[in-house]
């Protein structure tokens, strides 16, 4: 069965230090997107990706942040330069179709410990 | 903007007894939800969806869960709980269909499965 996968399942770096979560979306998926889980709250909404470039954002998503689709198969979330409260698990998710569906399939998260 | 409220952090069974996880939606517009599940160590994966269809949703695993908008609540239930259910189960609200798939996470139910 297809999944999406990420890399690293753990990463742990210093306050002010670059950050880059990597993704595999499902390769026939077109739509891409990056949420996030900090510790004890919700799971929030980053941003969207369709066709190269950001289709929507949250307040969260600020210029520390970026995405990128690098190749034909990979999907990253970059964080220039961490804070605290970065600290969180990131999940990739990705879906075939912008109808309002909510299949999303989602990856089993990158956990961000910033020290 | 829409938004979800679990009702209850946390809900303990007893393995054979059915399950109820509440859930209730504040939304504007004619709403999408979902219930997605985490297993420990694992991704976010779909469990049911309702879109305007049928309001009585069958999912995976015998889950099923009934949109009922005079209450605005779409609460999770299963007759039967079994020891492989234990995990955390999120309800889930679309923002309006106006662009890509926003989910909006509620908070939470862990379920608690003894034997």
């Known amino acids: 069965e297809p999944e999406v996968t990420q890399t690293p399942s753990h990463q742990v770096t210093q306050m002010g230090q670059e950050v880059i979560l990597r993704c595999v979306p499902i390769s026939n998926h077109l739509y891409f997107y990056w949420y996030r889980q900090i510790l004890g709250q919700k799971v929030e909404f980053l941003v969207s990706f369709y066709n190269n470039e950001i289709s929507e954002k949250s307040e969260i998503f600020d210029d520390q942040f970026s995405v990128e689709r690098p190749d034909g198969s990979n999907f990253t979330l970059k964080i220039r330069s961490t804070k605290l409260e970065d600290s969180a698990m990131y999940f990739c998710?990705?879906?075939?179709?912008?109808?309002?569906?909510?299949?999303?399939?989602f990856g089993e998260g990158s956990r961000l410990t910033v020290l | 903007a829409q938004s979800v409220t679990q009702l209850d952090s946390h809900v303990s069974v007893s393995e054979g007894t059915p399950v109820l996880l509440r859930c209730n939606y504040s939304s504007s517009y004619s709403p999408s939800l979902f219930w997605y599940v985490q297993h420990p160590n694992k991704g976010l994966q779909l469990l049911l969806k309702y879109t305007s269809a049928a309001t009585l949703v069958k999912g995976i695993n015998g889950f099923e869960a009934e949109f009922k908008k005079s209450e605005t609540s779409f609460h999770l239930t299963k007759p039967s709980a079994h020891m492989s259910d234990a995990a955390e189960y999120f309800c889930v609200v679309s923002e309006e269909n106006t662009g890509f798939q926003k989910l909006v996470f509620g908070t939470g139910t862990r379920l608690l499965v003894s034997p």
């Open positions: 998710a990705s879906s075939e179709s912008r109808q309002n569906t909510g299949e999303l399939f």
